[in-house]
């Protein structure tokens, strides 16, 4: 043990001499998360990506049941169907998904209020750390809405039922003047008419399509209620920095496996190895001195984020939870070190492996870009990415409040990808020494 100490410590002091490694890996991260963090406070907009979205249908009626097909008919959407409204929430809080829309019992009568100015409701619940998606989700539900409102003018006994509550509901509403009575019922009887002569017949729709949009232009018929992510429960970030904190700890993690990874390769090719494989030590112990050093390194970096993020505002409320998240990502990232270490045979291809592969492993796992912005296919293969499950873990030790049980997968590929890492490690290693 004394001898994986003195190797670690070694490899300690030579990362805090180089100014240029210290910057990247200590310096660099925090630079990177306040930004990010304050780019995030003002994020909004549409995506040209894909969208995961969580749909539950309370109401079940027609329409409710129309306007949840045309979500799922959606090239850019990718709808989910829980079993319950809690389930979907789960899946929100998780970030499986970046929305979750609420069909509300009352759907149906509603749709059969649109000649009385009367909205379909519809409650949309987004991720705080996809904000960017809520504008253009809430302009597919506006799309789909329109379907709902073809769907009961296509269909004669629908368009009737409509027409006959809303006179009952006008006859009513004592509160209506003259004028407005006229109107309102001349537009009633004009839509029978159209109705009746075949104007809004499926066919007629379908060649005066660019018609009727110009004729909705400036009529909304959904009103979308948008809240962030659960606001009644503890699953809620209280500012954008929470969301960037993962983006600078992987960042971080990320100069600490570059740095680390080129340096042992350079002891392979330098012939230090050599001389400390003479040492009464094994592989074993050399491997473990070197991933010593780049695991304190790693919690190292993460602690400096943590103290920096936590004095503008991030929340730690289960400090045993962070400590294990970070300490998992630690061991995870090193061993991504080892991995690259083995597999490089000289400095040149350690520098540009490194540089290269950690690249490629950021972009797909949202290191760079959100994952919902990217193609359904890059979403499925950002599953090899450990940058994608090291944010996930950091948000839900903070503002996503997953359970312990809900961590285990993201903090379990982490460990396995150190194990996988350290055996492809020790395999270059002993390679070296035979050689």
């Known amino acids: 043990m004394t001898a994986i100490w003195a190797i670690a410590m070694k490899d300690m002091k030579l990362l805090l001499r180089d100014r240029g490694n210290f910057f990247f890996t200590f310096i660099f991260p925090v630079l990177f998360a306040v930004f990010f963090g304050v780019i995030f406070s003002g994020a909004g907009g549409g995506s040209s990506g894909g969208m995961q979205v969580a749909v539950w249908n309370e109401d079940g009626g027609p329409a409710s049941n129309t306007l949840v097909a045309g979500l799922e008919s959606d090239d850019v959407l990718k709808v989910h169907l829980p079993a319950t409204r809690e389930a979907g929430e789960t899946l929100l809080r998780k970030g499986t998904v970046s929305a979750l829309v609420v069909i509300p019992k ?43 409102i073809q769907r009961t003018f296509m269909d004669g006994d629908a368009l009737k039922e409509t027409v006959a509550k809303s006179r009952a509901a006008m006859e009513a509403d004592k509160s209506l003047a003259g004028p407005q009575r006229m109107a309102l019922s001349m537009m009633m009887s004009a839509a029978e008419a159209m ?80 001389r400390l494989s003479v040492a009464p030590i094994g592989p074993h112990a050399i491997l473990l001195g070197k991933a010593l050093a780049c695991a304190i390194a790693c919690v190292f970096v993460q602690l400096l984020l943590l103290a920096v993020m936590m004095a503008l505002g991030v929340r730690v409320d289960r400090p045993h939870v962070m400590a294990l998240v970070m300490l998992v990502n630690a ?28 690249l490629v492993l950021a972009m797909i796992g949202g290191g760079t870009v959100p994952l919902f912005f990217l ?18 873990a950091i948000e839900g030790a903070t503002w996503r409040a997953l359970t312990m049980g809900e961590l285990l997968l993201p903090l379990g590929i982490l460990l396995a990808m150190a194990l996988a890492g350290f055996w492809f490690g020790l395999t270059g290693l002993r390679r070296m020494l035979r050689a």
């Open 331 to 358: 061991v995870g990232f090193t061993g991504l070190m080892m991995l690259i270490a083995g597999l490089s045979t000289t400095e040149g291809g350690a520098s540009g492996m490194g540089r290269g592969l950690i």
């Open 375 to 392: 193609p359904k296919w890059v979403q499925t293969a950002a599953s090899v990415s450990p940058f994608k499950w090291s944010t996930l």
């Open 195 to 274: 109705q009746s002569s075949g104007v809004l017949s499926p066919q007629a729709n379908a060649d005066g399509a660019g018609q009727a949009g110009v004729a909705a232009r400036g009529f909304n018929p959904v009103s979308v209620t948008i809240k962030e992510l659960s606001q009644d429960r503890d699953g809620k970030p209280r500012s954008s920095f929470e969301i960037s904190l993962g983006q600078g700890v992987v960042w971080g993690l990320m100069g600490c496996v570059t740095a680390f990874a080129f340096a042992l390769v350079s002891e392979k090719t330098g012939g230090t190895m050599r």
């Open 106 to 148: 009352g759907f149906e009568a509603q749709s059969r209020g649109l000649f009385m100015g009367q909205a379909m409701e519809l409650e949309t619940y987004v991720d705080p750390a996809q904000r960017a998606a809520a504008g253009m989700l809430q302009g597919k539900l506006t799309e789909k809405a329109f379907q709902v």
